[in-house]
């Protein structure tokens, strides 16, 4: 029964995420921190040891499309999904360069309230290519106007990323 459960949860992973992992995954140590100071979402993580943003802005660069690199790093968060918090974007420490964040299996998602707050992730970073359709889906939910949303018209490669656990920094 259980490699039976184990199977289903494992199908349900690949097919929910629409992902494929084209290559093994590479893997990054992280250290046991204190993460007080944050608020936690998704699995609890810690926050030492994660990457810069410039640091991670470096992995991504070095990366081929549809590779993928096990890693945490922390950065600003620029957006948030406005439907339902269930995506952001966070800074890679240059202008433009952005990686799309989103929640493993949509088990959790981040208030919608985040922007300018620091977040720190860890789970599977991509370097992979968004359809036109999927782009104008999320400028769609991200508040975007209609004008903007048509001057997509062509697919874009992208610094995505599959965060199982989520920290933010606590307001105030």
Same mark, same amino acid.
């Given at each position: 029964?259980?490699?039976?459960?184990? !199977?289903?949860? %494992?199908?349900?992973?690949? #097919?929910?995420?629409?992902?494929?992992?084209? @290559? @093994?995954?590479?893997? +990054?140590? =992280?250290?046991? !921190?204190?993460?007080?100071?944050?608020?936690? #979402?998704?699995?609890? /993580?810690?926050?030492?040891?994660?990457?810069?943003?410039?640091? =991670?802005?470096?992995?991504? @660069?070095?990366?081929?499309?549809?590779?993928?690199?096990?890693?945490?790093?922390?950065?600003?968060?620029?957006?948030?999904?406005?439907?339902?918090?269930?995506?952001?974007?966070?800074?890679?420490?240059?202008?433009?360069? +952005?990686? #799309? %964040?989103?929640?493993?299996?949509?088990? $959790? $998602?981040?208030?919608?309230?985040?922007?300018?707050?620091?977040? /720190?992730?860890?789970?599977? !970073?991509?370097?992979?290519?968004?359809?036109?359709?999927?782009?104008?889906?999320?400028?769609?939910?991200?508040?975007?106007?209609?004008? @903007?949303?048509?001057?997509?018209?062509?697919?874009? %490669?992208?610094?995505? $990323?599959?965060?199982?656990?989520?920290?933010?920094?606590?307001?105030?």
């Amino acid at each position: 029964m259980k490699k039976i459960l184990l !199977a289903v949860a %494992v199908s349900m992973t690949i #097919f929910s995420c629409k992902q494929e992992v084209k @290559e @093994e995954v590479k893997t +990054e140590t =992280m250290e046991v !921190a204190d993460a007080s100071g944050y608020e936690s #979402f998704g699995a609890d /993580i810690s926050a030492e040891g994660a990457l810069t943003a410039e640091e =991670m802005m470096q992995k991504y @660069e070095t990366m081929a499309v549809g590779d993928s690199l096990e890693i945490a790093f922390k950065g600003t968060v620029n957006s948030v999904c406005q439907a339902k918090g269930c995506w952001m974007k966070l800074d890679l420490g240059k202008p433009e360069a +952005e990686s #799309f %964040v989103r929640f493993k299996d949509y088990e $959790f $998602f981040v208030p919608m309230d985040s922007e300018g707050a620091e977040a /720190i992730i860890k789970g599977i !970073a991509k370097k992979e290519e968004t359809s036109v359709e999927e782009l104008k889906h999320y400028a769609k939910d991200a508040g975007k106007s209609e004008e @903007e949303i048509a001057k997509i018209t062509e697919p874009k %490669v992208e610094y995505t $990323f599959l965060a199982d656990g989520v920290l933010l920094k606590k307001k105030g």
